[in-house]
């Protein structure tokens, strides 16, 4: 959990929301919908994002989670987080957790070559990440804010910078 490990003895039907929250204090993950509909619960599974509330606890027992107290590390912030500030990305504050987890793997979705559905050409090498990328790969995470616009400037801008290193 967050490179660290933990043990819990749970009942085969808590959720990996209810585990995070409840038993571990992980409490940045949020429970939106807790129907996996709004992404505000969604976290980092061996690098993949999953929506916390629709899977049991029990079936990740041996992968490495991540959530958003986990992406900083040690350190002061993710560069993702700044962007998100520095972009006006976030609001109310309540999506923003998901939003970051969710980029971090949609971006990793992304450099490994999965295609969207509005990927120009299936066969193509590096698709552009477009804004209509971004868009349509982060569709699963809402924000009821408003704060769209934002997010997919600071993913752009994360993006880039990234490119560049």
Same mark, same amino acid.
Not at 44 to 73: F, H, K, M, P, W
Not at 92 to 108: D, E, F, K, R, V
Not at 135 to 162: H, K, P, Q, T, W
């Given at each position: 959990?967050?490179?660290?490990?933990?043990?819990?003895? +749970?009942?085969?039907?808590?959720?990996?929301?209810? #585990?995070?929250?409840?038993?571990?204090?992980?409490?940045?993950?949020?429970? $939106?919908?807790?129907?996996?509909?709004?992404?505000?619960?969604?976290? +980092?599974?061996?690098?993949?994002?999953?929506?916390?509330?629709?899977? +049991?606890?029990?079936?990740?027992?041996?992968?490495?989670?991540?959530?958003?107290?986990?992406?900083?590390?040690? $350190?002061?912030?993710?560069?993702?987080?700044?962007?998100?500030?520095?972009?006006?990305?976030?609001?109310?504050?309540?999506?923003?957790?998901?939003?970051?987890?969710?980029?971090?793997?949609? +971006? #990793?979705?992304?450099?490994? $070559?999965?295609?969207?559905?509005?990927?120009?050409?299936?066969?193509?090498?590096?698709?552009?990440?477009?804004?209509?990328?971004?868009?349509?790969?982060?569709?699963?995470?809402?924000?009821?804010?408003?704060?769209?616009?934002?997010?997919?400037?600071?993913?752009?801008?994360?993006?880039? #910078?990234?490119?560049?290193?």
């Amino acid at each position: 959990m967050n490179g660290a490990d933990a043990s819990l003895d +749970l009942p085969p039907q808590v959720s990996l929301l209810d #585990a995070l929250r409840e038993r571990l204090g992980l409490t940045g993950t949020k429970k $939106g919908c807790d129907q996996g509909a709004c992404g505000a619960c969604t976290v +980092l599974a061996d690098g993949e994002r999953i929506n916390s509330c629709l899977a +049991l606890a029990v079936q990740y027992a041996g992968r490495e989670i991540t959530t958003i107290e986990g992406i900083a590390g040690d $350190g002061p912030g993710h560069p993702l987080q700044a962007a998100f500030v520095r972009n006006d990305g976030l609001q109310c504050g309540y999506c923003t957790s998901g939003q970051i987890c969710s980029a971090i793997g949609m +971006l #990793a979705e992304h450099g490994a $070559g999965m295609p969207s559905a509005v990927t120009g050409h299936l066969c193509a090498d590096g698709a552009e990440l477009t804004d209509d990328e971004i868009r349509e790969r982060m569709s699963g995470n809402l924000c009821r804010c408003g704060a769209y616009n934002g997010i997919v400037d600071a993913i752009r801008e994360f993006a880039a #910078a990234e490119a560049e290193r």
